[in-house]
């Protein structure tokens, strides 16, 4: 048996989310199902990260066992002939068999997308969020430089989240204006449930002088949700890159875990 990781893009709009479920078509199921049908084997898969529906990923991560004599590298051609065009295989390599794709990650990158217009888009309507009022720039990146550094982000989980620990590092958390598209950028050792997405929603509550500059601050010291904004819709929302400790490839005997 090898184990082979997979580096997967794919646009969520029409999918229940990453995690095969009952009632709806998860990415998971469809990639498992193409999977299954090149080698021939009964392959279950898993990712780095359980992404919402109508979330996309750019750079998910994704283990797999197989004995199937398809070379590692050769995996992308042969299922994307296979597979949907909202879901590509870009890269495919041979793992130690310890490899985990969610338990060893050292680090993710998400980016979530604005357009900033009075009218929405028809073309970007399924990968960035319309927002009609103008923003306040500069002010929403003077709060994103709060977000840097290691804290208890326990204001930033959304229900349902089932994280041991709320302590997260923010390695780096930048906002970029191109025309009319504001795009945030943010980087961290792991993320908790909803988290980005809140991170977004407050921003532009920021940015409508809604909710104070400091905001970030404030919730750290109550631990409280109400102290955010709202939850921003998932379509914005890419999963970007997924990080692994150079060890993690090389048959380590312990590496740090880390939630989602």
């Keep these: 048996m090898k184990r082979i990781l997979l580096t997967v893009e794919y646009d969520g709009t029409n999918y229940a989310g990453w995690q095969r479920q009952i009632n709806g078509l998860a990415v998971q199921q ?101 927002v009609p009022l103008p923003l306040d720039l500069a002010l929403m990146d003077e709060a994103a430089g709060y977000l840097l550094g290691k804290h208890d982000f326990a204001a930033f989980q959304a229900a349902g989240g089932t994280a041991k620990t709320t302590v997260r590092t923010i390695r780096s958390a930048e906002l970029t204006s191109i025309g009319d598209e504001i795009i945030l950028t943010v980087e961290g050792d792991a993320f908790l449930y909803n988290m980005v997405r809140i991170i977004a929603g407050t921003l532009i509550e920021i940015g409508h002088h809604r909710r104070h500059v400091h905001a970030f601050e404030e919730a750290y010291r109550t631990l409280s949700r109400l102290s955010l904004g709202i939850t921003a819709p998932p379509h914005g929302l890419e999963l970007t890159k997924v990080y692994y400790p150079e060890e993690a490839f090389l048959l380590p005997e312990s590496v740090k875990w880390h939630e989602d």
């Design 30 to 130: 469809v990639l498992e199902e193409a999977l299954c049908k090149a080698t021939r084997e009964h392959i279950v898969v898993t990712g780095a990260s359980r992404t919402d529906a109508g979330v996309h990923a750019l750079g998910q991560a994704v283990h797999f066992d197989t004995s199937s004599s398809i070379p590692p590298e050769k995996y992308p051609f042969v299922l994307n002939t296979m597979l949907p065009r909202d879901v590509r295989v870009h890269a495919g390599r041979e793992v130690p068999g310890e490899f985990h794709a969610r338990f060893m990650t050292n680090g993710k990158r998400y980016t979530y997308r604005i357009i900033n217009t009075r009218h929405a888009s028809a073309i970007r309507r399924n990968t960035h969020v319309h």
